[in-house]
Structure formats: structure tokens, C-alpha cells
């Protein structure tokens, strides 16, 4: 609703969300046991998911993996050790992927060895965009990021929240904004 609206004291009874879906294509598990389609879906809608290898992740690397693919990998041994080397790298909770509107960013949880987009670290605190076809990697565990376009949804709400942007300190060369959602 534009400001002239709401001081008018009309409301909104629907929001309307275009979220985009978001896959990530687990690059080790494909390539060690032969398939293209090991993908982890990222929860539809939700604002803020956390990647890593712990329960309380929204996407836990390998335990979403399907009972055939986790078991080609733990019975045999030479594809079972690279595996675990390479899945050690991933923090219990080694990064997070906001969705805002029609963007996808994606900030590194204070991981011990990093999360790279395209091979370039990220700062701890700073969250930068994901567009389709990134290579996410958490430490040495390569991730390829599939985002598709959503679906249009409609939302019950009382009030339209709105996007404030806040430029925050701003460095040369740097574009970040902290978002803030409010009610």
C-alpha cells in the first residue's frame, strides 16, 4: 500500500509474494557416486535457512540425501573416505541464505573454513547476492546454486510490511544495505 493509503487507514487483507525456489546441486555426492541429480531444496518461502551439517540446519548436507545415494557411499570404502574428508569441511552451521522479495543473498556463519561464492571468501556479517549457477562452496564442499522463478502467492495479513533499506557505512567499492523487515 502506498503511505497515502494507509494514513487514509485502508488496509491490504492479502500480500502478494513471488519467492524464488532455490536448489543446491551437491557437486561431491554427484560426482562420487555418478549422479546429476543429487539436489537439496531449500524450504519454499521461508526467509532464512541455515545450511550445514547439524540438526538444527534447515538443509543438512548428506542426512536430506536419499536411503539408495547415502548408502553407495558408505559401502565403499574409497568413495566413503573422500566423502568424509570432504564433508568434515562443513560447519555444523556453516552458512545462511536469506530471501528478500526476488533476491537470494547468502552470509557465512562464522564457519572454520569459510564459504566461498565462484572461489571468493566471504566476510562474516556480510551478506552477498546468489544468482543461478554460483558455485557455493562450503570449505572444499562444492554446491551449485539452481534458482527458479516462483510461484505468485497470496498471504492473509492485517498490515503490509515494509522493506526499509539502510545504507549503513558504506566503503569504497562496497554496496551493502542492511534490510529490515517491519510490521
Known amino acids: ?25 551437491d557437486l ?15 524450504p519454499n518461502g521461508e526467509l532464512k535457512s541455515v545450511i550445514g551439517r547439524s540438526h538444527t540446519s534447515n538443509i543438512q548436507i548428506f542426512e ?8 553407495a557411499i558408505h559401502d565403499n570404502p574409497d568413495i566413503h573416505k573422500t566423502f568424509n574428508k570432504q564433508f568434515q569441511q562443513i560447519s555444523r552451521e556453516h552458512c545462511i541464505i536469506y530471501q528478500i522479495a526476488n533476491r537470494v543473498m ?16 566471504l566476510k562474516v556479517g556480510v551478506a552477498v547476492d ?5 558455485i557455493l562452496s562450503l570449505g572444499t564442499y562444492d554446491l551449485e546454486v539452481r534458482i527458479e522463478a516462483g510461484e ?6 492485517d498490515e503490509e510490511p515494509e ?3 539502510d545504507p549503513g557505512e558504506k ?8 534490510f529490515n523487515m517491519e510490521e
Open 152 to 157: 505468485k502467492k497470496a498471504e492473509k495479513a
Open 171 to 178: 566503503k569504497k567499492g562496497e554496496d551493502k544495505f542492511k
Open 130 to 134: 546468489l544468482k543461478n549457477g554460483d
Open 163 to 165: 522493506l526499509k533499506l
Open 64 to 71: 536430506m540425501l536419499p536411503e539408495d545415494y547415502t548408502k
Open 28 to 42: 561431491v555426492v554427484g560426482s562420487l557416486i555418478g549422479k546429476k541429480d543429487v539436489v537439496y531444496n531449500l
Open 106 to 121: 547468502i552470509e557465512d556463519n562464522k564457519s572454520k573454513n569459510k564459504t566461498y561464492v565462484n572461489n571468493k571468501p
Open 1 to 25: 500500500l502506498s503511505n497515502s493509503n494507509k494514513e487514509k487507514g485502508l488496509k491490504s487483507s492479502f500480500l502478494f509474494k513471488i519467492m524464488p525456489k532455490i536448489k543446491l546441486i
